[in-house]
């Protein structure tokens, strides 16, 4: 079963995703409320990394783009797509320059939700 970290500052974004992502098969096997506890949670993981991160871009303390780089940094094969209200090109290009495999605008479809996390992974 795959391993997913899902990092969002809304308690109720992280319970939709992973009820989302438990009945699609995956587990969610970290989760984090800002951009400095993911990091710090994704830093004790060891060799048990999950297989794929999705991260939202507004959060307090660290925000996703700077959480992005920095996870990046410790693991350069590390799969994340971003997830986000803000529909903007020029975070979504910063994103994907940054190294994020894909952008899902909220609010998502499950459909679409999960083809972009099977498509990544």
Do not use: W
């Not at 991160?53 to 094969?77: Q, R, T, W």
């Not at 020029?90 to 994907?96: G, V």
Request: hydrophobic residues 45%; negative net charge.
């Amino acid at each position: 079963m795959k391993k997913i970290m899902v990092v969002d500052d809304s308690m109720f974004m992280r319970k939709v995703l992973k009820d989302i992502l438990t009945a699609g098969g995956y587990n969610v096997s970290l989760e984090a409320e800002d951009g400095e506890e993911a990091i710090k949670k994704f830093a004790t993981t060891g060799d048990n990394k999950p297989d794929l991160i999705l991260l939202d871009i507004n959060m307090p303390k660290k925000d996703g783009i700077e959480v992005l780089k920095e996870i990046l940094k410790m693991h350069p094969a590390s799969k994340i797509v971003m997830c986000s209200m803000m529909g903007h090109e020029k975070i979504i290009h910063t994103a994907i320059n940054i190294g994020a495999q894909e952008f899902i605008t909220k609010p998502f479809e499950v459909e679409n939700l999960l083809e972009t996390i099977e498509k990544v992974i």
